[in-house]
């Protein structure tokens, strides 16, 4: 196949696959290059193509790989650990300082509470221990348990509220 034979082949679905270089690669100039390569291997593969029933179906079936290819060895270069939406693991120092501080709140609330009360909060919310076993330890019914559990982490919320809305106590 001459040069005019193959351009008259390949003429009438270039723009197909630049256009489809271009919704995947996004940068006109790497999808001109995209195209130039496919073009590029089709001449070479030129002597051959009347072998193929629809040319343009492996043209458009390369050009899709590459772009592919293409994408891929990019990201694989292009990676980076720092991302908008990176979130680093480490809390900052302000943060711990206002988690620590609730903490010992927390603890000093706890302390002041009935021990009955006391007791299940260490058991239920420290200890992670089920409602069965509490009420097996504190030789209480479960219902019991649970509304003096109830009570305890009201009273934690409203004292801890009123710090953060009043001040300090």
Known sequence: ?????????????KDKLFRLAKRLLVSTEEAEDATQEILVKLWNKNENLDAYNSV?????TMTKNYCLDQLKSKRASNLRI???NFTAKEPSLYKKIEDNDSLKWVEK????????????IQLRDIEQCEFSEIA?????????????????RKTIREY???THSYGIQ
Request: hydrophobic content about 45%.
């Open 56 to 60: 343009e179906a492996m043209a458009v």
């Open 136 to 152: 097996k330890i504190t030789e209480m019914n479960e219902t019991a348990v649970r509304v003096s559990l109830s009570r305890a």
């Open 109 to 120: 609330i706890i302390n002041q509470l009935p021990e009955q009360q006391r007791i299940i």
């Open 82 to 84: 720092e991302h908008s």
């Open 1 to 13: 196949m001459n040069q005019s034979e193959f351009v008259l082949l390949i003429n009438p679905f």
């Open 160 to 162: 801890m509220l009123k």
